[in-house]
């Protein structure tokens, strides 16, 4: 089992960073693949960004591509997502999710874990 618990959202204007944080327990995380996904009222969860478990393996979608960057530091069982200019339409709650396997994932049901989310708000 593995229990993640996202952090480092918050309200931020157009334009601005965040960088939010997904930090795993039970079993670590050097041993899982991870992705970001965001879920916006009203709308299906969708893909963000993932990562492999060794970070040598990355995707993005095409609405984030150049401007989000995933990464980990498997020494503090930590997934990163750095956002810069940010949009409105990047409103959403974003939740991290994990699962076993040497790839990366973009789908919704490639992960067996999720995280309950972090609120980021983008304002215009």
């Known amino acids: 089992q593995v229990q993640l618990v996202e952090s480092g959202g918050g309200l931020v204007q157009a334009g601005g960073s965040l960088r939010l944080s997904c930090a795993a327990s039970?079993?670590?995380?050097?041993?899982?693949?991870a992705g970001w996904f965001r879920q916006a009222p009203g709308k299906e969860r969708e893909f963000v960004a993932a990562i492999s478990r060794s970070g040598g393996i990355l995707y993005y979608a095409d609405s984030v591509k150049g401007r989000f960057t995933i990464s980990r530091d498997n020494a503090k069982n930590t997934v990163y997502l750095q956002m810069n200019s940010l949009k409105p339409e990047d409103t959403a709650l974003y939740c991290c999710a994990a699962r076993g396997g040497s790839s990366a994932y973009t789908g919704r049901s490639d992960y067996a874990y999720w995280g309950q989310g972090t609120q980021v708000t983008v304002s215009s």
């Open positions: 039970g079993r670590t995380s050097s041993n899982y693949a």
